[in-house]
């Protein structure tokens, strides 16, 4: 399935699997590309990054014997929002051996420059690696082009492969050679796996990354999803879906002006600096999120002020966002949410 997700990421096919869960692939990656030594020894990260991979660093960090309060740098964000692609090449510094960043930040919905990254940390000599979770399906990706090191993703977000759906990642083909951190039999060389022989054999691919029988329940719907992206061109959808959060956040500037409803746009309102969600921010957020839901929107809530938009475009069409901006309007109006509790639910 790596052939079909391949040219959503702008990879050989080869270098594309589909395998395992976000974090796992994370552990499974950086065991892989952080050999740290007496001089590079930190990864560098983001205080923005979602806290699962913070936990999965930091548990890498002390395998290796070191401190991350030490040995994990964050990149601190201005504004609690967004980061500056100025700010992470200052923390590129000569001891970091590995960054982790996020392709688009899940909450502002901001799209860090990748391919400038990956340049700026390979003049430095340091692998570079993205949580693309946000960010596959969204926006095109050219990891050959930009010669990322590796990266990883969910399919549960616009691959409509559902929770805790098979994941993916990337593995740059130049690193096909290195040793790989978490072996299993999955990564065994394809032709021969069942031979079950007791030396390992890796395979000549992404597929090395792979470690033990992928879930088939929940990588076969995947299939289906990714044929319609196949189809329909993530290039294609890229310019429908700018075109839609540039009219949502059109249309939140015009019929819903901040000092009387009290909504604030969190992401970036330059196009290229977006992945494909609205951060709309608001003291009321939580319940203005209930009260959507209830009217059948699917929105989502991130603590403490967040709600997440996201007219995916394959299925959300335009009058659908205008009907949005109508409900936001409405909820306000008619102060609706206070029937509300002030409560989040478990799942957001
Ligand atoms: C950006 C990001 N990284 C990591 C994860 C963790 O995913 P998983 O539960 O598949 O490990 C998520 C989950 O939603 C995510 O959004």
Redesign the pocket.
Known sequence: MGKIQAPLVGAEPYEVIVT???????HNLVATFFQPTSERNKILADEL??P??IYALKSQLRIHGLDPDENLVFVKSRDGRLLEEEDIISKMTEDVALIIL?G?L?RSGQLLDMALLTKEAHNRGIAIGF????SVGAVPHYFSQWDVDFA???N??YLNNG??GT?GLYVNKKHFAKEIGLAGWWGYRKDKQFDMVPEFERAESAGAWQIGTINMLSSAPLEGSLRMYEEAGIEHLRVKSLKATSYLIYLIDELLPEEKYGYKIGTPRQPERRGGHVALEHDEALRINAALKKRGVMPDFRYPNVIRLAPVPLYVSFHEIWKLVQHLKEIVDTKEYEKFAKKSAPVA
């Open positions: 395992g869960s976000t974090t796992v692939n994370l990054n979602f699962s991979d996020p688009v899940y949580d693309c979770s946000h990883f993703w969910c549960y977000k929770p805790g994941a």
